[in-house]
């Protein structure tokens, strides 16, 4: 019986000790989350001295603020994102098509060199019995 009375005494003189290890943990947290938050603080309230609770609400506004993505850089990121798939997907029908477009670049040299040399009418008739390609210009 005296063992046990030992035993509860002895727990009943540590539960306060365990008690101030868990405030003073508490508190070196809570001061630590002031100096992260430095510039929100002297924002908000540049002055006053914060209490504990206040500077736990700024500490989870502030996560709340940055953790969620805002709608603009989502909208953003979206348009990013269809953007790059639209390019991928045309530059692999380009990819597919090498004939059509080395024949593209041939007739465009022709042009270039009757037109240097002054016979641009020569390549229009010679070009007439072929299917020409329509240009806006």
Known sequence: M?????????????????EKMRRDRINRCIEQLKVLL????????PCSKLEKADVLEMAVIYLKSN???SAHA???AHGFSRCIEETARFMAQQIAKP??????DTTQR????????????????????????????
């Open 38 to 45: 430095k510039a929100e603080i002297k924002a908000s309230q």
């Open 2 to 18: 005296t063992m046990i009375l030992i035993l509860h005494m002895r727990s009943l003189t540590r539960k306060p000790e365990v």
């Open 99 to 104: 004939v059509v477009m080395g024949q593209c």
């Open 110 to 137: 022709a042009e270039v060199s009757a037109e240097s040399a002054g016979d641009s009418c020569q390549i229009a008739s010679k070009s007439s019995g072929q299917h020409a390609l329509w240009r806006p210009w």
């Open 67 to 69: 953790a969620c993505p």
């Open 74 to 76: 989502q909208s953003y």
